[in-house]
């Protein structure tokens, strides 16, 4: 394709052909601290490529494919073409991936021990995992967590963070304008804009550890917390995982040993400074 | 061209050997869009590989271990569902392969489950699968219709539990193509492999297959269909396999792919202009397993419906089609 970049996030390899210039030109900018992967063989091909003939040049837009694909995917501008190749990478490795198990979940850790967050889409696990990667923790990842299934370590995928509506100002002030990605102004998920994670987190995106503590986060109601039975934990993680049933017997073995070695709770919270109490309060407990 | 890599690798696996880093990405790239990675792996097994590529590989052979274990236990279900029936169930395409462990089944993609049941027994069939439940998948009406009045199969079904497909075939070709292979004597001459399962005689699989790919559809996902002939080819005694196609009215069909076959997989053979152009069609994917030769890939759509209707009901259907809002890829 006329441009493309090649990127690896944690142990997987990206290369990503674009029909145009500038979402290929938004990656090189944010994704610059990563390694250098030019010419490296790749696990997957994404490809953003115009939906028609005519849609290269006439109101451009965007159809997200690749390796994997879905017929059915959703059109994107191409104001939106940082979002599309994010997309684009996620669709791979949640169609793709087999050599751990995807939980869809965000991970930091600490001390070499790993804080596991699930949740669905607002439920406020991207903004924590990036805050708390900005106070002591280490950023893992805010869409993905990699379960080895040998091991039972959660491994990184520190992707660039991707912030929703109310979040992105919390997090810009936290962080400093200097690490976000441009403002994507109404997509179909609200604005989002993206971060790139500390030096830390990109470093160190081989290192895993063992889970101490999954959460359950909800964002917006009052602080409460809430214990939750293995077997609802064990089927939310495989509501949450798009490979589980892809991976078969091994992926069941792995999940019902961290289910039942990873003490769980439901934490509700009003806003991301309770959060962190709470977090560092059961981190002290249970972890 | 990318496809040409691809069918390069499979016919010579060692050459893979001399590939840079963006020959592999072209080539997996092209294997993936053509279903083929699969097999892909199982040819590259014993070549000294790339590091970043042998776990790709190794996925790519897990994957299609699974899905054969899949195809198995729907095999399995649907002979379960139509037991009392007194009904010969003949397994096709990939979970046939499968079943009787062909090489053609080494790494392949399989998706829905394919059989081949007699035309008079389709009333109990559907009942015994429902009652089963499988549950149909298209809502339209003019599909529904369209199925069941001209098409060689039911419209397809999905089981509510287990959320994969069976493709209840009753003909070989659709009702409205120009040849007519008689399914009634590849039912009765199906092997029995085990449990009341059958699958198609060493001869019918390959005519099967060849009347698939050759009299029918556009050529999508040829590469594939022309590796399953290529592996099945060889258990067949020629003069047997030609008096068979002269049975079900596929001579030229069954010519044409041994030429193709032996040309793009094997050791090479003499080809035809029309040969070249559907050689020409089979290799359209670029080295990021886009679709090329947007034109060629277009005129074996257009032919793929000029073969399966007379002119008239074909501009019906595509009026139709077109007013639902459905266009060519």
Redesign the interface.
Known sequence: ?RHAITLRIGPA?F?I?SAWRQPIAELGRLYATYPDMD?????F?V?L?PTSLARRWVRPSIFIT???GLADAAPMSLAHGLLAAEMGMNLQMAL?W??HLLLHASSVEKDGRVLVMTGESGSGKSTLAALLGERGWRFMGDEFALLDMDSGAILPFPRLVSLKNRAIDVVTQAVGVARMGPLLAATAKGDIRHMVPRGDAVARMGEGGMPALLLFPRFGHDAAVRPVGQGEIFMRLTQASTNYV?L?EPAFTALTRFVANVPARAIDFPSGDDAIAMVDRLWEQLA | MSAALLVRTLRDPASAGTLDADGWNRLLAAARAERLIGTLAYRLEGVALPDAVRPILDDARRDSGREAQQALWEADRAGQALRGLDVKLVLLKGAAYVAADLRAGQGRFIGDLDILVPRDAMPAVERALIAAGWEWVKEDPYDDAYYRRWMHELPPMIHVERDRMIDVHHTILPLTARQTPDAAAMIADAVHITDGLYILSVEDRIVHSVAHMFADGDMQGGLRNLWDIYCLLPDADPMALAARATRHGLVPHVRQAQRLAGAIYGSGAGLTLWDKLVRARLLARDGWGRESRKLLVFAFFVRSHWLRMPPLMLARHLLIKWRKGHRPQ
């Open positions: 394709m390899t290369r052909g010419g490296a063989i790749a696990d091909t490809r490529q690749g390796d994997h793709g087999r050599r892809a078969g």
